[in-house]
């Protein structure tokens, strides 16, 4: 097996590799002349001794990768394949990187589900904010429309008031002109009649008197002393003289005269009483007209027929007024009705506020500790990020480091590095090409180590003590069938690592910090110088 394509390799370049030797080792002049010069020896010494360098190098990069496997896993799928190839050269690394593979998943998707849980608590939490707020507005929206509506609810009942007590004066003052009027009507009206009556019963007397006075001459009455009284007590004397058994001189009247005297004594009663009648109507058209004058100085109205129409005018209005209250009335009885529907409507929101409080001061408590507890793990995650992309940094400065030093035939990608620096694209080809170069430097240690083996003891193989690097064995004399051991320097597996930390917990599927990493590679590169160190060749 050949030193590029050992069990070592973990990267391989995408060009083809550039041997420095032929591959027939026979072709190599290994004359005892040229191997003792002191400018071989020198060279070879120098190349051995940077080989030993770069292999601790490699040593040191390699474990520091196999540390950082788990934080690279994160960053990017590109870092995800390169561990996977890194950690295919032995199974227990395999098993290893498998493993932290494995909790690195079960880390993402632990930091996916808290990640979703905090989205869907966040669009809970922003909901439950947004009815918080459209309660809150609808409750102030509520207010303000209750407080509108008992202003208006106030100034209605003052207007009420105030109408009703406008409509009441007016009824009051109506049912007194109503009664006034009707007095007076009837007043008229029983004057108006006594006096057509009166007027025609008198009328009628006076020419039946006219008629009576014209026959009395015809009667035949005795002179006596009683001539010279009133006509109306001589009228009674000759009514009782004439009616008496003891007048023999009246003996003579007539029926018809006895009847004239009797109907001119019944006119003489009626006038008297007409009389009477007529001071009592005057005395009523008296009052009657100091009330219409009463009337007339308080309306400042002279003409009755205005007087009549302004009391239509003044019905009417009380009539519109009081259909204008009954309207007030209906619409007071709805408002009040819409009130108590919003009273009620505002209790219920107040009881179901006051009993949903303590629940939405709990809930939001539970609610911004999960939220701190999230903001807690972004912030650890992120620093964990924070570390993995300086650890990467590292690893991209020490590659490009080492490629510097082991030197480089690729003169476009060198350009690419300076002008662009070690990128995702471009970290894969500068591995292999690092590999690729520090194998060609271990085949020229091997092959000076061998020639100088085969030059002193020609016989003698060389054995390793730890058993670890015997690997590649190439045939150096075809003609005279020696084997000549081709041996190659490796950095440890992942065994030994297992190995040297099988006394130590297994801390593996927990995340490490990079300090933590430094100190256990510190320990294990001191437990290893412990042990004792490879036997010299015989």
Same mark, same amino acid.
């Given at each position: 097996?050949?030193?590029?394509?050992?069990?070592?390799?973990?990267?391989?370049?995408?060009?083809?590799?550039?041997?420095? +030797?032929?591959?027939?080792?026979?072709?190599?002049?290994?004359?005892?002349?040229?191997?003792?010069?002191?400018?071989?020896?020198?060279?070879?010494?120098?190349?051995? =001794?940077?080989?030993? +360098?770069?292999?601790?190098?490699?040593?040191?990069?390699?474990?520091?990768?196999l540390?950082?496997d788990?934080?690279?896993?994160?960053?990017?799928?590109?870092?995800?394949?390169?561990?996977?190839?890194?950690?295919?050269?032995?199974?227990?690394?395999?098993?290893?990187?498998?493993?932290?593979?494995?909790?690195?998943?079960?880390? #993402?998707?632990?930091?996916?589900?808290?990640?979703?849980?905090?989205?869907?608590?966040?669009?809970?939490?922003? !909901?439950?904010?947004?009815?918080?707020?459209?309660?809150?507005?609808?409750?102030?929206?509520?207010?303000?429309?209750?407080?509108?509506?008992?202003?208006?609810?106030? =100034?209605?009942?003052?207007?009420?008031?105030?109408?009703?007590?406008?409509?009441?004066?007016a009824?009051?003052?109506?049912d007194?002109?109503?009664?006034?009027?009707?007095?007076?009507?009837?007043?008229?009206?029983?004057?108006?009649?006594?006096?057509?009556?009166?007027?025609?019963?008198? *009328?009628?007397?006076?020419?039946?008197?006219?008629?009576?006075?014209?026959?009395?001459?015809?009667?035949?009455?005795?002179?006596?002393?009683?001539?010279?009284?009133m006509?109306?007590?001589?009228?009674?004397?000759?009514?009782?003289?004439?009616?008496?058994?003891?007048?023999?001189? +009246?003996?003579?009247?007539s029926?018809?005269?006895?009847?004239?005297?009797?109907?001119?004594?019944?006119?003489?009663?009626?006038?008297?009483?007409?009389e009477?009648?007529?001071?009592?109507?005057?005395?009523?058209? /008296?009052?009657?007209?100091?009330?219409?004058?009463?009337? !007339? *100085?308080? %309306?400042?109205?002279?003409?009755?027929?205005?007087?009549?129409?302004?009391?239509?005018?003044?019905?009417?209005?009380?009539?519109?007024?009081?259909?204008?209250?009954?309207?007030?009335?209906?619409?007071?009885?709805?408002?009040?009705?819409?009130?108590?529907?919003? #009273? #009620?409507?505002?209790?219920?929101?107040?009881?179901?506020?006051?009993?949903?409080?303590?629940?939405r001061?709990?809930? /939001?408590?539970?609610?911004?500790?999960?939220?701190?507890?999230?903001?807690?793990?972004?912030?650890?995650?992120?620093?964990? =990020?924070? #570390?993995? @992309?300086?650890?990467?940094?590292?690893?991209?400065?020490?590659?490009?480091?080492?490629?510097?030093?082991?030197?480089?035939?690729?003169?476009?990608? @060198?350009? =690419?590095?300076?002008?662009?620096?070690? %990128?995702?694209?471009?970290?894969? !080809?500068?591995?292999?090409?690092?590999?690729?170069?520090?194998?060609?430097?271990?085949?020229i240690?091997?092959?000076?180590?061998?020639?100088?083996?085969t030059?002193?003891?020609?016989? %003698?193989?060389?054995?390793?003590?730890h058993? !670890?690097?015997?690997?590649?064995?190439?045939?150096?004399?075809?003609?005279?069938?020696?084997? @000549?051991?081709?041996?190659?320097?490796?950095?440890?597996?992942?065994?030994?690592?297992?190995?040297?930390?099988?006394?130590?917990?297994?801390?593996?599927?927990?995340?490490?910090?990079?300090?933590?990493?430094?100190?256990?590679?510190?320990?294990?590169?001191?437990?290893?110088?412990?042990?004792?160190?490879?036997?010299? /060749?015989?």
């Amino acid at each position: 097996m050949s030193g590029a394509d050992g069990p070592g390799s973990r990267f391989h370049s995408p060009l083809p590799r550039v041997r420095v +030797f032929p591959p027939d080792i026979q072709s190599i002049p290994l004359s005892p002349s040229r191997l003792d010069s002191p400018m071989f020896r020198e060279r070879v010494s120098t190349l051995m =001794q940077q080989g030993d +360098f770069y292999a601790k190098r490699i040593d040191m990069e390699r474990r520091r990768s196999l540390e950082l496997d788990m934080c690279l896993a994160r960053t990017r799928d590109i870092h995800f394949e390169t561990k996977k190839r890194l950690c295919n050269a032995v199974n227990a690394q395999l098993s290893s990187a498998t493993s932290e593979v494995k909790s690195v998943r079960t880390l #993402e998707n632990r930091l996916d589900k808290v990640l979703t849980r905090y989205n869907e608590i966040r669009n809970a939490n922003k !909901k439950l904010r947004d009815e918080i707020q459209s309660l809150r507005r609808e409750k102030v929206q509520q207010q303000a429309i209750q407080e509108k509506l008992e202003r208006e609810t106030h =100034q209605k009942q003052a207007e009420i008031a105030k109408v009703a007590s406008a409509t009441q004066n007016a009824f009051d003052a109506r049912d007194r002109t109503n009664r006034q009027i009707e007095l007076l009507r009837s007043q008229v009206s029983e004057t108006d009649e006594e006096f057509e009556a009166g007027w025609t019963e008198k *009328k009628m007397l006076l020419d039946q008197d006219r008629a009576g006075i014209r026959d009395i001459p015809r009667l035949r009455t005795p002179k006596s002393p009683m001539h010279s009284a009133m006509p109306s007590a001589r009228g009674r004397m000759l009514a009782s003289d004439l009616s008496g058994p003891g007048s023999p001189g +009246f003996s003579l009247l007539s029926t018809p005269d006895i009847k004239l005297r009797d109907e001119t004594m019944k006119n003489v009663w009626l006038l008297n009483e007409k009389e009477s009648d007529l001071r009592r109507q005057s005395e009523r058209l /008296k009052t009657a007209e100091d009330g219409l004058t009463k009337i !007339k *100085k308080k %309306t400042g109205v002279s003409d009755p027929d205005e007087l009549a129409q302004a009391l239509l005018s003044a019905e009417a209005k009380n009539f519109s007024l009081f259909n204008l209250i009954n309207d007030l009335n209906t619409e007071m009885e709805a408002i009040e009705i819409e009130n108590n529907g919003l #009273e #009620e409507m505002v209790e219920s929101c107040k009881g179901s506020g006051t009993h949903s409080d303590a629940y939405r001061a709990q809930l /939001k408590q539970q609610l911004e500790d999960q939220i701190e507890k999230s903001k807690q793990k972004v912030a650890f995650f992120e620093l964990r =990020q924070a #570390e993995s @992309a300086e650890a990467i940094e590292t690893m991209k400065s020490g590659a490009l480091n080492i490629y510097h030093k082991v030197g480089h035939s690729d003169e476009a990608f @060198a350009q =690419q590095l300076a002008s662009h620096g070690v %990128t995702e694209a471009n970290m894969t !080809k500068l591995l292999g090409i690092i590999e690729q170069r520090i194998g060609e430097l271990v085949d020229i240690h091997n092959i000076a180590t061998n020639a100088n083996g085969t030059a002193s003891k020609p016989e %003698t193989a060389v054995d390793n003590s730890h058993g !670890k690097t015997k690997k590649g064995m190439h045939g150096v004399g075809a003609g005279t069938g020696v084997a @000549a051991s081709l041996m190659r320097p490796l950095p440890p597996s992942a065994d030994e690592f297992e190995n040297s930390d099988s006394e130590e917990t297994e801390d593996g599927v927990r995340p490490c910090k990079i300090t933590e990493l430094q100190e256990k590679t510190a320990s294990v590169v001191g437990r290893r110088k412990e042990k004792p160190s490879r036997p010299p /060749k015989k």
